[in-house]
């Protein structure tokens, strides 16, 4: 009886060419969790990193006389992470569909699965 449940929670890997070109057509059914897309996209594309960038200068310029420019800055930062935390399963379909080393580490790390239709 293990054995069976063991088969269920296994899932057949599909190589990336397989999959980038099956997907349009509707051959796979991909499922991302979201909780672990938000960390794994930001770490991807550099959100946080870049989110502080512009946060840590707007706050200088505010401070230094500079209320617009800064307050947008910051403003930039922050729309920049909440759109990343909102948008990390979607951005995370894209990345995989694009890069082969994104699709590795999604299946992977158990962030995104992928099954046949």
Do not use: C
Not at 50 to 67: E, R
Not at 74 to 100: C, E, Y
Request: hydrophobic letters at 45%.
């Amino acid at each position: 009886m293990s054995r069976q449940n063991d088969a269920q929670d296994t899932v057949e890997y599909i190589p990336f060419e397989e999959f980038r070109h099956g997907l349009p057509h509707g051959r796979f059914r991909v499922i991302v969790n979201p909780k672990l897309a938000v960390p794994f996209v930001a770490h991807r594309t550099h959100a946080t990193m870049l989110a502080i960038a512009l946060i840590g200068p707007g706050i200088a310029a505010t401070l230094a006389g500079y209320p617009w420019i800064g307050g947008l800055l910051v403003a930039t930062g922050i729309l920049l992470r909440w759109s990343v935390k909102t948008q990390a399963p979607r951005i995370l379909l894209h990345l995989a569909t694009r890069v082969p080393s994104v699709y590795e580490q999604a299946t992977g790390h158990g962030v995104m699965e992928v099954r046949r239709a």
